[in-house]
């Protein structure tokens, strides 16, 4: 089992950067595909990022492309979501989860561990 914490949301000017982390305990983090899914209100969790065992793939939601990077260092047990150039639609509570499967996967019943959510808000 692992336990995950987020931290560093906040409220950004729309065109600004925020960068959230999530940092791991129990189980050793580097057994776990990592990901981070946002949910907006009245919405459903959508996938945002994942990111392989080792940190050698990614994979990004087609709305987030070439504005966020998903990255990862096992020696700190800590999962990063930079997020450049923000858009007020961006606005929501992020999720990073954690998968034991070997594979990049993109829907929420795939990861088995969550954290408790971090609220990102982009006002105009």
């Known amino acids: 089992q692992v336990h995950l914490v987020e931290s560093g949301g906040g409220l950004v000017q729309a065109g600004g950067s925020l960068s959230v982390s999530c940092a791991a305990s129990g189980r050793t983090f580097s057994s776990y595909v990592m990901a981070w899914f946002s949910q907006a209100p009245g919405k459903e969790r959508e996938f945002v990022a994942a990111?392989?065992?080792?940190?050698?793939?990614?994979s990004y939601a087609d709305s987030v492309k070439g504005r966020f990077t998903i990255s990862r260092d096992n020696a700190k047990n800590t999962v990063y979501l930079q997020m450049n150039s923000l858009k007020v639609e961006d606005t929501a509570v992020y999720y990073c989860?954690?998968?034991?499967?070997?594979?990049?996967?993109?829907?929420?019943?795939?990861?088995?561990?969550w954290g408790q959510g971090t609220q990102v808000t982009v006002s105009s």
């Open positions: 990111i392989t065992r080792n940190g050698y793939s990614t």
């Open positions: 989860a954690a998968s034991l499967g070997l594979r990049l996967v993109v829907t929420a019943p795939e990861y088995k561990y």
